[in-house]
């Protein structure tokens, strides 16, 4: 079966930092976009960032832009989402995302576009 397993949530102080994984079975990533999205409770779904399948192109929400970067290690089929200077807003269940990209080297953070999804991985920043 395609599967994507979020790791590496937990709660945290705000000002710190957690690194998210995102490891995919099943399927190889280096033909798909990956984007990050995350949901807090009783709010819609929004996109925090997304790269491309060649790893040149990201997009980032500006919310956490200039805290969050995105990578990516294809040899390892895995996507990274490391976060610093945390706020409390952005606690939320963190979603990875695969899309499938044979022509275009692009990300978007809409998640109509992923057809893939993992399960998720809690979030909580607070003091």
């Known amino acids: 079966q395609l599967q994507l397993v979020e790791s590496g949530g937990g709660l945290v102080q705000p000002g710190g930092s957690l690194r998210l994984s995102c490891a995919a079975s099943?399927?190889?990533?280096?033909?798909?976009?990956i984007g990050w999205f995350r949901q807090a409770p009783g709010k819609e779904r929004e996109g925090v960032s997304c790269?491309?399948?060649?790893?040149?192109?990201?997009n980032y929400a500006d919310s956490v832009k200039g805290r969050f970067t995105i990578s990516r290690d294809n040899a390892k089929n895995t996507v990274y989402l490391q976060m610093n200077s945390l706020k409390p807003e952005d606690t939320g269940v963190y979603y990875c995302?695969?899309?499938?990209?044979?022509?275009?080297?692009?990300?978007?953070?809409?998640?109509?576009?992923?057809?893939?999804w993992g399960q998720g991985t809690q979030i909580t920043v607070s003091s």
């Open positions: 790269i491309g399948k060649s790893g040149d192109l990201t």
């Open positions: 099943g399927f190889t990533l280096d033909y798909y976009a």
């Open positions: 995302a695969a899309e499938l990209k044979l022509l275009s080297s692009l990300c978007v953070l809409k998640g109509a576009q992923y057809e893939y």
